[in-house]
């Protein structure tokens, strides 16, 4: 399918995750609806535990043994919910890549950069030999780390936090992807280095009308690089809108609380930050009506039937109560 037809290059409907363990299944992700045009970028924000890391993973087929999704994904008209594993390993690489939090988690510690920043484009057939360690180089290059020459040389613990970064980023790049999913992707570096991957990323996007999924639990993060914001709660989206319309007038009660909770530079010094009450909801029995519920200053009879998402100004919010 090409990106003129009407289809988004990433169209989620209803997507369910459940996680089967020893003490029966837990439901990570629930009905969940997403839309993501070629090139464009969107963030996915919420407190630990809300599912973030499930729907990421649950996108790029890589959800744990025993995972038991529902609903659809639909990448490029091809639906994934389902497909045959080789086939779906495929798409990762040339049209998917993942950034995790840990690049540690992405490396090898026993092999050269080289290596490692290569092997995809060997397994996915688009170079080898010289070819790929001339595009090796490139890639590091691309992104900002100097003398790469050397560095293809060198194993992971060798280079700094931030360089393990690029170079995880140079590796999720490597086969040209189209979609890329950054999961709490800067959260482990310092702020200045934080804020050059972001702006290295934003680069990288816009030249190679990258599709871009960030997940992240800082609003900060989002707001630097994406074009809309989903707020997950309880594995269900609760409200998504443009990002600038998310931060200058969130609708949902608990949108209102993560923004609450950022720190501000111009705030009052000495005082602790609004902490959203109460905690989020066990995910093995998850109640009926609005999981948000027993943390909302709004509640009422009302809440114990589930809010669907409905327009509110130009966003949509799953409450009985928004604004
Ligand atoms: S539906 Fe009710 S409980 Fe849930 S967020 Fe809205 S007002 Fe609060």
Partial sequence: MTETQAEPLLKVRDLGVRIMDARGSVAAVNGVDLDLA?????????ESGA?????????????????????SIRFDGQELVGMRALQRRRLNG???????????????????????????????????????????????????????????????HELSGGMRQRVVLAM???CRPRLLIADEATTALDVTVQASILALLNDIRAEQNLALIMV????????????????????????????????????????QG?????????????????AIPGTPPDPRALPAGCAFAPRCPRADAICSERPLPTAVANAHVACH???
Wanted: net charge positive.
């Fill in 216 to 255: 992240s639990h800082d609003l900060g993060v989002i707001a630097q690089s994406c074009r809309t914001t989903a707020v997950l709660y309880a594995g269900r989206i609760v409200e998504s809108a443009p990002t600038e319309a998310l931060l200058m007038h969130p609708q949902h009660p608990y949108a």
């Fill in 172 to 174: 999720a790049l490597a």
């Fill in 258 to 274: 993560l923004l609450r909770a950022r720190p501000q530079l111009e705030g009052p010094r000495g005082e602790a930050l609004p």
């Fill in 94 to 156: 040339p049209q998917m890549a993942m950034v995790f939090q840990d690049p540690m988690r992405a490396l090898n510690p026993f092999l050269r950069i080289g290596t490692q920043l290569t092997e995809g484009m060997r397994y996915h057939g688009i170079a080898r030999g010289s070819a790929a360690q001339a595009e090796a180089r490139r890639l590091l290059d691309r992104v900002r780390i100097a003398q790469p020459a050397r560095r293809l040389q060198q194993y992971p």
């Fill in 38 to 46: 070629a090139g464009d970028s969107l963030g996915i924000v919420g």
């Fill in 321 to 323: 109560h928004p604004g």
């Fill in 51 to 71: 599912g973030k890391s499930q729907l990421a993973l649950a996108l790029m087929g890589l959800s744990a043994p025993g995972a038991r999704l529902s609903g």
